[in-house]
């Protein structure tokens, strides 16, 4: 069992940026696989950064080159940090961790994001 809790959204202009965390209650040094995903209001959930301790870092293009997705396994969290941020950036950002670790998938509660001038 683990639960995720994300912090450090909020209200941010065109072009700036945000860095979104992701605490575990538990040590993830034996998680190999931990994701970013984000949904937009009206919208399905997206994948946007998945971090694999055996493969590296991975993004959706639409992010690519703008968001970094790190981690500390020494203070149980995940990092994504968001620059040059969009209107179309505005969305729930969740944590997850998907089956595999464990039988089953687990989400944090989210982080709004809003990028509006």
């Known amino acids: 069992q683990v639960q995720l809790v994300e912090s450090g959204g909020g209200l941010v202009q065109p072009g700036g940026s945000l860095r979104l965390s992701c605490a575990a209650s538990?040590?993830?040094?034996?998680?190999?696989?931990m994701n970013w995903y984000r949904q937009a209001p009206g919208k399905e959930r997206e994948w946007v950064a998945t971090?694999?301790?055996?493969?590296?870092?991975i993004y959706a293009d639409s992010v690519k080159g703008r968001f970094t997705m790190s981690r500390d396994n020494a203070k149980n969290t995940v990092f994504l940090q968001n620059n040059s941020l969009k209107p179309e950036d505005t969305a729930v950002y969740y944590c997850?961790?998907?089956?595999?670790?464990?039988?089953?998938?687990?989400w944090g509660q989210g982080t709004q994001v809003t990028v509006s001038s």
């Open positions: 997850n961790i998907p089956r595999g670790w464990s039988y089953r998938e687990y």
């Open positions: 538990r040590s993830i040094y034996s998680i190999d696989v």
């Open positions: 971090s694999n301790n055996r493969a590296g870092t």
